[in-house]
């Protein structure tokens, strides 16, 4: 998923709006995917190799005597070669259907993408700095396409007055917008309810600076 140069604009504008009438600040990053889950599509690949192979000799004989009509010169070798490659074949085919997100998603356990999401989000938090925030109150909006998974993480000072439960309508809000493939719409409907519950709880102050970049940042894995 590609922001166009209007989308984000949206959404720095809807960061900035939403920051102005509170102290907290606001981080935004999108990332295609978290983690290559390569392992996991290269064990799925073997594993369904290993299937057809086991299924190969089922057809042992059809498969010599086809062979054998084949090649005038047929020999156990042809059969073992035929073995061999079209189960590379298999294995290689497999691999590279399993690089398509929904495949993808089927291959690995939901459990194990929001570890790699989670982890993502947090290594992406204290690089921003949005951590290092004066008051403390800075909070991230961490979007993770392939997944179809989004962690809201608020620092120290917001999470001492605002639940973790109360964020979770905000996510769920930005879930459904990457499934139903309006992202930049749901997600400047959360950036404002975002702001709407900061500002309750973190009013503006006077001397109030903005501390982070209102842009969302698109990261590289």
Request: with cysteine; glycine share 4%.
């Amino acid at each position: 998923m590609k922001l166009s140069k209007e989308e984000k604009e949206k959404i720095s504008a809807a960061v900035a709006e939403a920051e102005s009438k509170t102290s907290g600040e606001i981080g935004t990053a999108i990332i295609a995917e978290s983690y290559d889950y390569a392992i996991y599509e290269l064990f799925f690949s073997v594993v369904v190799g290993f299937i057809y192979f086991f299924i190969l000799l089922f057809f042992h004989n059809s498969l010599e005597a086809w062979l054998s009509s084949k090649f005038w010169d047929y020999s156990n070798v042809y059969l073992i070669a035929f073995y061999g490659f079209s189960t590379f074949l298999v294995i290689t085919i497999t691999y590279l259907l399993s690089n398509i997100p929904v495949i993808d998603r089927l291959i690995c356990s939901k459990k194990e993408m929001q570890k790699r999401v989670h982890e993502r989000a947090l290594r992406h938090f204290v690089e921003s700095g949005i951590y290092n925030t004066v008051h403390r109150t800075g909070i991230l909006i961490f979007i993770s396409v392939l997944e179809q998974r989004v962690e809201l993480l608020a620092d120290s000072g917001i999470n001492e007055l605002i639940p973790q439960e109360k964020w979770n309508d905000i996510v769920q809000k930005i879930v459904d917008g990457i499934k139903a493939k309006t992202p930049t719409k749901n997600l400047v409907e959360a950036i404002k309810t975002c702001g709407d519950l900061l500002a309750e709880n973190f009013p503006i102050q006077a001397d109030d600076v903005n501390e982070l970049s209102n842009e969302i940042e698109v990261l590289e894995r």
